[in-house]
């Protein structure tokens, strides 16, 4: 027997309800026809995909990995035969009409999503928010979302580990978060150590920007003290309240009262990036996607004009991503 798409959802629907008779109920079939057909499914797998007891059916490490795909190809088909349906119906707009975005947060998405809504004001858009790369990764991965906007350090690229590609929207300078009464606010930019005295906070997250903070307060011959993790709002307020120095992109902007500094050289820097699924229906939306992506970035980093005119002084230290060829020519 040939694997078919009929026998993933199959799989899909018995590790949805947990049960081979409730999975038989929605997919309209007798349960000794579906438990049949499951027989065949594991024959042709080579294994069974499911320990199944009086409490249900819960995926082995076989079943662990049909549904991985599964998830991925279901999908795929369904927007094949979605875009199919519309040229046939004699459309030539490839665009997608449901767009599910999930993001680490910043204003860069905000902006994304106005200019979607305004290009495209009949779409149904959705948004997911999450500290975790791999969280949001493993979500498009699934079919889950659509797109994922993410951060990480400037010299790491998201983990290829889930075969998504990633467009970078841009690099920048990692800027100091500082009250404008602090002696160092009146400079175009901080050096890092002259604030090794501070107490200093950032957003949560993951990935290696906290060991790269360490290392970079290293070369600059100190060790940080001890670095707060909150959420961005408490971020401020203990930056207002003179408790610490933040840590933020250029891309943020600052309350009243509190202004933000490129560190000098850039010993840190911060990569923004949309990834999405290649073999899924994002995927031909991506290029006119991703150049709304880098319009929003402009948009958001001309508010700061310390941040450009630092830029234009120091060429090389921070940059737009460039559109990747498979992008230009799509």
């Known amino acids: 027997m ?38 065949r499914i594991e024959r042709t797998l080579g294994g069974p995909l499911f320990d199944r ?10 079943g662990e990995l049909v549904l991985s795909r599964a998830r991925v190809l279901l999908p795929a088909m369904k927007g094949l035969q979605d ?8 459309g030539d707009d490839m665009l997608m009409t449901r767009y599910r975005i999930g993001a680490i947060g910043g204003p860069v998405v905000a902006h994304l999503l106005h200019r979607l809504s305004a290009t495209q004001p009949d779409a149904q858009i959705s948004t997911h928010a999450s500290y975790y790369v791999d969280e949001l990764a493993t979500m498009v991965l699934a079919g889950k979302l659509d797109y994922a906007q993410v951060g990480v350090c400037g010299d790491a690229l998201p983990s290829a580990e889930y075969g998504l590609v ?14 404008e009464d602090h002696p160092q606010a009146a400079a175009a930019e901080v050096d890092l150590a002259d604030l090794s005295e501070e107490q200093w906070v950032a957003g949560a997250g993951d990935g290696c920007f906290a060991d790269c903070f360490a290392a970079a307060c290293a070369r600059a ?12 709002r408490a971020c401020v307020d203990m930056v207002e309240l003179g408790l ?31 990834g999405w699924h290649p073999d899924s229906p994002a995927a031909r939306s991506a290029p006119k996607l991703m150049q709304m992506a880098n319009e929003a970035y402009q948009d958001v980093i001309a508010r ?23 992008l230009a020519a799509a």
């Open 2 to 39: 040939n694997l078919e798409l009929r026998h993933l959802k199959v799989v899909c629907a018995i590790a949805e309800t947990g049960s081979v008779t409730k999975a038989a109920s929605q997919l309209g079939l007798a349960q000794p026809a579906l438990t049949a057909q499951l027989q």
């Open 53 to 62: 007891d009086r409490r249900g059916a819960r995926p082995t490490a076989l």
């Open 83 to 90: 875009e199919a349906a519309r040229l046939a119906a004699g």
């Open 166 to 179: 990633w467009h970078t929207i841009a690099v920048d300078a990692v800027c100091a978060l500082l009250r």
């Open 221 to 232: 011959g100190f060790a940080p003290k001890k670095v707060l993790e909150t959420d961005p």
């Open 244 to 274: 610490a120095v933040g840590l933020c992109q250029p891309t943020f902007r600052p309350p009243v009262g509190l202004t933000s500094r490129p560190l000098k050289g850039a010993p840190l820097r911060w990569r923004i990036a949309v």
């Open 304 to 326: 700061n004009e310390n941040y450009v005119k630092w830029v234009a002084d120091h060429p090389g230290l921070s940059g737009i991503g460039a559109v990747p060829p498979q």
